[in-house]
């Protein structure tokens, strides 16, 4: 299983990173600390979080590779996930797209660096 940004999302979310940072891929279920409580959504909503380097992640048990550096994920989430993903950025929506060999996964995911105290406001999916 792999992710490959494009252009545009590297250079959305590259600027953010650093070696004191790790990047999840939050399937937003409500269950952990990094996501956002699903009780309204009824369609398959992901997000990019980043975290601090020491930052807790009992949640996330296994691990994506991807051209921006491995992404931790929960594990069961894998079942809505495709071997070969793209993570786009649409620049009129100023939201990152998921798209796996079956189509898309989630056209509005969120970004949220954790390690801002002001990201979950700045996060523009929802």
């Given at each position: 299983?792999?992710?490959?940004?494009d252009?545009?999302a590297?250079?959305?979310?590259?600027?953010m990173?650093?070696d004191?940072?790790?990047l999840l891929?939050t399937?937003e279920d409500?269950?952990?600390q990094?996501s956002?409580?699903a009780?309204?959504?009824m369609q398959?909503q992901f997000s990019?979080?980043i975290?601090a380097?020491?930052a807790p992640t009992?949640?996330?048990?296994?691990?994506?590779?991807?051209?921006?550096?491995?992404?931790?994920i929960?594990?069961?989430s894998?079942?809505?996930l495709d071997?070969?993903?793209?993570?786009?950025?649409n620049?009129n929506?100023?939201?990152?797209q998921?798209?796996?060999?079956?189509?898309?996964?989630?056209?509005?995911m969120?970004?949220?660096?954790?390690?801002d105290?002001?990201g979950?406001?700045?996060?523009?999916?929802?």
């Amino acid at each position: 299983m792999n992710i490959k940004f494009d252009e545009d999302a590297i250079q959305k979310i590259q600027p953010m990173l650093g070696d004191d940072k790790k990047l999840l891929l939050t399937f937003e279920d409500g269950v952990g600390q990094y996501s956002q409580h699903a009780m309204i959504h009824m369609q398959v909503q992901f997000s990019i979080n980043i975290v601090a380097k020491d930052a807790p992640t009992d949640e996330y048990d296994d691990v994506i590779s991807s051209n921006l550096g491995d992404l931790l994920i929960k594990g069961y989430s894998k079942e809505d996930l495709d071997n070969n993903m793209v993570i786009s950025f649409n620049k009129n929506m100023n939201t990152l797209q998921l798209h796996g060999d079956g189509g898309p996964i989630d056209d509005n995911m969120g970004l949220i660096d954790f390690t801002d105290p002001n990201g979950v406001k700045k996060n523009p999916a929802r």
